[in-house]
C-alpha cells in the first residue's frame, strides 16, 4: 500500500542535542512537508519541498534543517537551536501543478520530548 | 494572506445528534477547500474536499458546501457516533500552489 511512514513514533531528546525524524513516502508525489503541531492547536508550518534538492522555509523554521537528496525521503532535524521541540510532528506529501487540488497525505507521526 | 477560521471547541454531543463545524475562509483567486481528521495520536487524514463554489463534497456521512458568495464550508452529519470522535481541521489550498492553510482545529466529543 503506498502511504508515508515516520520513524521513529516516540523520541526522547535532552537538551542541547539534535535529533533527526525520519519521513519516507512511496506515493511518488513531488511535494513534502513538515508540520509542527503543539496541544490543542493547529498545524505550523516548519520547512515544505517542491523537488529534490530544493526546500524552503515555511513559518516557523528556525532551529529546524532539511534534506531533500531523494523524491521519496524528507529528513527533519531538530536542533539545539530550537527553544522548545517538544510537540507532535507531522510529515505529509501530495502532487502540485495546474488543475492539481492538491490535498495533502500525512504521516502518523513523531512525538518528541525533551527531558 | 490567506486564512481560516473555524468554531473554537470543544463540541460535546450525544449520538446520533445532528452536528455543525463553522468554517470561513478569506482567500485570493480560487481556492480548493478541505476538511481534514485526526483520530487520538494519529495523523491528519482527508476527511473530504470541494474544488469550485458549489460543490458538495461527502465522505462517510459527512458534507460540505462550498459556498462563495459567504466565504464558508461548513461541515455537517445528521447523526454522530462514539467513534467521531475527534479533531477536525478545515483548510484551503489555492489550485496549483503549494502550501495549504489550516484552521485551528474543532475537537468533537460523542457521548454514547
Known amino acids: 500500500d503506498g502511504g508515508i511512514t515516520q520513524s521513529p513514533k516516540y523520541l526522547f531528546r535532552k537538551e542541547g542535542q539534535n535529533v533527526t525524524l525520519s519521513c519516507e513516502q512511496n506515493l511518488n508525489h513531488d511535494a513534502m512537508y513538515w508540520y509542527r503541531q503543539d496541544p490543542g492547536q493547529g498545524l505550523r508550518l516548519i520547512y515544505y519541498?517542491?523537488?529534490?534538492?530544493?526546500?524552503q522555509k515555511g513559518d516557523i523554521a528556525e532551529g529546524y534543517s532539511v534534506s531533500r537528496e531523494k523524491k521519496e525521503s524528507f529528513p527533519l532535524t531538530v536542533t539545539s537551536a530550537q527553544k522548545n521541540p517538544t510537540a507532535f510532528y507531522l510529515c505529509a506529501s501530495s502532487t502540485f501543478g495546474t488543475g492539481v487540488t492538491g490535498e495533502l497525505f500525512f504521516g502518523e507521526g513523531s512525538r518528541l520530548t525533551v527531558l | 494572506g490567506d486564512s481560516v477560521t473555524q468554531m473554537e471547541g470543544p463540541v460535546t454531543l450525544s449520538e446520533e445528534a445532528f452536528l455543525t463545524i463553522n468554517c470561513t475562509y478569506t482567500a485570493t483567486g480560487y481556492p480548493s477547500l478541505f476538511w481534514y481528521v485526526q483520530y487520538p495520536g494519529e495523523g491528519l487524514q482527508l476527511l473530504l474536499k470541494?474544488?469550485?463554489?458549489?460543490d458538495k463534497g461527502s465522505n462517510k456521512g459527512f458534507e460540505a458546501t462550498y459556498r462563495k458568495e459567504t466565504t464558508s464550508f461548513h461541515l455537517e452529519k445528521g447523526s454522530v457516533q462514539v467513534s467521531d470522535s475527534a479533531v477536525y481541521f478545515c483548510?484551503?489550498?489555492?489550485?496549483?500552489?503549494?502550501?495549504?492553510?489550516f484552521g485551528a482545529g474543532t475537537r468533537l466529543f460523542v457521548k454514547a
Open positions: 519541498s517542491q523537488i529534490v534538492n530544493d526546500f
Open positions: 470541494a474544488t469550485k463554489a458549489d
Open positions: 483548510a484551503l489550498r489555492n489550485t496549483g500552489g503549494f502550501k495549504t492553510i
